[in-house]
T-cell receptor, first 113, second 113 residues
Framework: NAGVTQTPKFQVLKTGQSMTLQCAQDMNHNSMYWYRQDPGMGLRLIYYSASEGTTDKGEVPNGYNVSRLNKREFSLRLESAAPSQTSVYFCASSEGGGDYEQYFGPGTRLTVT | GNSVTQMEGPVTLSEEAFLTINCTYT??????LFWYVQYPGEGLQLLLKATKADDKGSNKGFEATYRKETTSFHLEKGSVQVSDSAVYFC????????????FGKGTMLLVSP
């Protein structure tokens, strides 16, 4: 099992460009999440999908959109990148909500110039 | 809303020293509590958890006890190793409806030989 995979690992964008971060899990999990990690800020939830076909906003959703393509895949889109979106992005999945363990991908380091 | 406060780092220790990383929380009801660990260049992984008051979570020599009276979940290890160098995140999840993880800001641990 690969667990949670993310592509790309690194990306540099210019302000105003768009891109999609891809995430896939092979654990048959129902729930998937997108976080961003910034120095001194911990992890903040951007969007989550409690189950296939549903998505909800987290703590910091502005400037992002998501798609739960199927049970395995959950993508994060930046329509018009801004320097404030420079961050490390983590995708995670879990069997469900509550106290189920979340499994994290290796992260995507995004720089917006 | 829910929040988690951790001691600021970095915490620097010599190998075989005793480790404590403090964590306190604010939440309504009876949350579940977690410690996640992030090794350099990797995603987060669950270290231990506790789901009710007075529960003790333990894994790899690390322990934490869910103290409802002091709203705390301090992480301890009796003898740290160089390989324990990482960033440690305290987190909680509420027990009402579909809840998502709330993370502290993380504490970096550096262990020298």
């Amino acid at each position: 099992n690969a667990g949670v995979t993310q592509t790309p690992k690194f990306q540099v964008l210019k302000t105003g460009q768009s891109m999609t971060l891809q995430c896939a899990q092979d654990m048959n999990h129902n729930s998937m999440y997108w976080y961003r990690q910034d120095p001194g800020m911990g992890l903040r939830l951007i969007y989550y999908s409690a189950s296939e076909g549903t998505t909800d906003k987290g703590e910091v959703p502005n400037g992002y959109n998501v798609s739960r393509l199927n049970k395995r895949e959950f993508s994060l889109r930046l329509e018009s990148a801004a320097p404030s979106q420079t961050s490390v992005y983590f995708c995670a999945s879990s069997e469900g909500g509550g106290d189920y363990e979340q499994y994290f991908g290796p992260g995507t380091r995004l720089t917006v110039t | 809303g829910n929040s988690v406060t951790q001691m600021e780092g970095p915490v620097t220790l010599s190998e075989e020293a005793f480790l404590t990383i403090n964590c306190t929380y604010t939440a309504t009801g009876y949350p579940s509590l977690f410690w996640y660990v992030q090794y350099p260049g990797e995603g987060l992984q669950l270290l231990l958890k506790a789901t009710k008051a007075d529960d003790k979570g333990s894994n790899k020599g690390f322990e934490a006890t869910y103290r409802k009276e002091t709203t705390s979940f301090h992480l301890e290890k009796g003898s740290v190793q160089v390989s324990d160098s990482a960033v440690y995140f305290c987190a909680l999840i509420g027990n009402s409806g579909y809840s998502t993880l709330t993370f502290g800001k993380g504490t970096m641990l550096l262990v020298s030989p």
